[in-house]
């Protein structure tokens, strides 16, 4: 491996630790990832943006020491943080097994049972490169629907994303969120952001990483596993439902959860993601 001076001389800083090499990591739209061999042999991940907003990689510093707290799921360890880069121990990939699957599962279900405070968070956060409002509210579908659904589907609509008739439709579940929301569940302590990109699978055990943490439904977190896919999704499930068993028609309510993915998505990109909003919509 060569080494980047920008990003050893800013790990040095940080760590007190000389960097032996680097190597650019693929992946990720809106920050620049580097992996760095140090001096005394460990690894880490370096992410950097230029420009970055105020308190952006602060806010995945905190979300990913929160989601570790309970120590019932791996978590990418964070060893620095600053205005502009985040550093977080490495963990070296491995393949997806049926086994790490469901160990993944039963840890989600103990990491949503530690619980929140409330629906929402004590800060802002970010998603993406988009800002993350995170104020709490006294129900969870209240805050789905005013810090989650709304807020994006405001950007894709004056950003020409959105055609009239889908966000009719979305705006139509708003409406109704309180009857489709299902059993009053207590906050779970969520990912947030739980697609299957933001899932590590190590040599061993699945790691989080990226989150939007908040205080929401635990529904929320396998709606979003679901939505683009992850491996032997049906015994995670399974080994998550055995832990702690999700409530009757679970699985109707996806399309509810997967409202926010889908409406950021079409903020962020356009493309097809606001017709998928409203087909979502409908389906409820």
């Known amino acids: 491996m060569a080494r980047s001076r920008g990003v050893a001389d800013l790990v040095e800083r940080l760590l007190g630790t000389p960097?032996?090499?680097?190597?650019?990591?693929?992946?990720?739209?809106?920050?620049?990832?580097?992996?760095?061999?140090?001096?005394?042999?460990r690894s880490a991940l370096v992410k950097?943006?230029?420009?970055?907003?105020?308190?952006?990689?602060?806010?995945?510093?905190?979300?990913?020491?929160?989601?570790?707290?309970?120590?019932?799921?791996?978590?990418a360890e964070v060893l620095a943080v600053d205005h502009d880069c985040l550093v977080v121990a490495w963990v070296e990939p491995g393949r997806p097994s049926p086994e790490a699957a469901a160990d993944l599962g039963r840890g989600l279900a103990l990491l949503h049972a530690s619980g929140a405070e409330g629906f929402g968070a004590g800060q802002d956060g970010f998603v993406g490169a988009l800002p993350l409002p995170n104020r709490p509210v006294p129900t969870w579908p209240e805050f789905f629907a005013v810090r989650r659904?709304?807020?994006?589907?405001?950007?894709?609509?004056?950003?020409?994303?959105?055609?009239?008739?889908?966000?009719?439709?979305?705006?139509?579940?708003?409406?109704?969120?309180?009857?489709?929301?299902?059993?009053?569940?207590?906050?779970?302590?969520?990912?947030?952001?739980?697609?299957?990109?933001?899932?590590?699978?190590?040599?061993?055990?699945?790691?989080?990483?990226?989150?939007?943490?908040?205080?929401?439904?635990?529904?929320?977190?396998?709606?979003?596993?679901?939505?683009?896919?992850?491996?032997?999704?049906?015994?995670?499930?399974?080994?998550?439902?055995?832990?702690?068993?999700?409530?009757?028609?679970?699985?109707d309510r996806q399309p509810l959860h997967q409202l926010f993915p889908v409406l950021l998505h079409a903020a962020m990109f356009g493309g097809g993601y606001g017709a998928r909003a409203g087909e979502l919509a409908r389906r409820l």
Do not use: K, M
Not at 50 to 74: C, I, K, N, T
Not at 189 to 196: E, F, N, Y
Not at 210 to 216: K, L, N, Q, R, T
Not at 241 to 249: H, I, N, Q, T
């Open 149 to 251: 659904v709304l807020p994006y589907l405001r950007v894709a609509v004056d950003r020409g994303h959105v055609e009239p008739r889908d966000a009719a439709a979305v705006e139509g579940v708003v409406r109704r969120i309180e009857q489709l929301a299902g059993p009053t569940e207590p906050p779970a302590r969520l990912h947030g952001d739980l697609w299957s990109g933001n899932v590590v699978w190590g040599t061993e055990r699945a790691h989080l990483i990226d989150p939007a943490a908040h205080g929401g439904h635990r529904e929320t977190d396998l709606a979003l596993l679901a939505l683009f896919g992850a491996p032997h999704l049906d015994r995670l499930v399974a080994a998550y439902d055995e832990e702690r068993p999700l409530a009757d028609g679970w699985r």
């Open 48 to 75: 950097t943006r230029s420009g970055a907003p105020e308190d952006f990689f602060a806010a995945e510093a905190r979300g990913l020491r929160w989601l570790a707290e309970p120590d019932v799921v791996p978590v």
């Open 19 to 41: 960097v032996a090499a680097t190597t650019p990591v693929a992946g990720g739209d809106t920050c620049v990832t580097t992996r760095v061999r140090l001096g005394d042999g």
